[in-house]
């Protein structure tokens, strides 16, 4: 298993501002993962964050809009950039392990962004 | 286009009964499921999962049915208890260890005492 722990749980910003969210695993994992909940709606992969290397992003998400960074195996961070009031959502960074023969992902309790 | 769907938003059952979560993909290529469990303020924790060389996989309480050629898999919780009461996702990916998961848009579940 893997704990996970986010900050800020939670904030409320200004459109136009960024906001850095971190991440921290209290193991070493290859891949980490962000993701946004956007209200009412489902997980979203965000990008795949690979220490040393650059983040991978999915269709419709941008390194200059939600830049990642992976210094080490048990840290991560997400950048939500230059937000609106479109940027509010749920966001989770999450781990994948394999473990009795199945993946898992674990995931952080989230942060809780509303931009004004 | 949503390739997870679930389908009920929200659903009530009586403790004790049978709660029964449906979940329909449209992608025939998936073939590994899973079904997270998420309580407000936390973020969403793994309850069983499913690949596709089975139809049934059962862990205590929770028993999760595929069905492939209807593209439709239901988590059983037998019997409900107050303390499952929160939001259900199920998720799918192309195989175990790809990682990549697609998400439904969660059934809000609550058991009531």
């Known amino acids: 298993s893997a704990v996970i722990s986010q900050k800020p749980s939670r904030d409320i910003c200004q459109r136009g501002t960024s906001l850095t969210i971190q991440c921290q695993v209290d193991s070493q994992v290859t891949m980490m993962f962000w993701y946004r909940q956007q209200p009412g709606q489902s997980l979203t992969l965000i990008a795949t964050a690979n220490q040393g290397s650059e983040a991978t992003y999915e269709s419709g998400f941008v390194i200059d809009k939600f830049p990642i960074s992976r210094p080490n195996l048990t840290f991560s961070t997400l950048t939500v950039s230059n937000m609106s009031p479109e940027d509010s959502s749920i966001y989770l960074c999450?781990?994948?392990?394999?473990?009795?023969?199945?993946?898992?992902?674990?995931f952080g309790p989230g942060t809780r962004l509303t931009v004004l | 286009d949503q390739q997870v769907k679930q389908n009920s938003p929200s659903l009530s059952v009586q403790e004790g009964r049978i709660s029964i979560l449906n979940c329909d993909y449209t992608n025939s290529m998936f073939d590994y499921f899973l079904w997270y469990k998420k309580y407000p303020a936390e973020g969403p924790t793994f309850l069983i999962s499913?690949?596709?060389?089975?139809d049934k996989n059962e862990d205590g309480r929770f028993t999760v049915f595929l069905n492939k050629s209807a593209k439709h898999l239901s988590l059983h919780i037998v019997p409900s208890q107050p303390g499952d009461s929160a939001v259900y996702f199920c998720a799918a990916s192309l195989a175990s260890g790809t990682y990549k998961y697609i998400f439904g848009t969660g059934t809000r579940l609550k058991v009531l005492a």
């Open positions: 499913i690949s596709s060389i089975k």
């Open positions: 999450s781990v994948d392990t394999w473990a009795s023969g199945y993946n898992e992902q674990f």
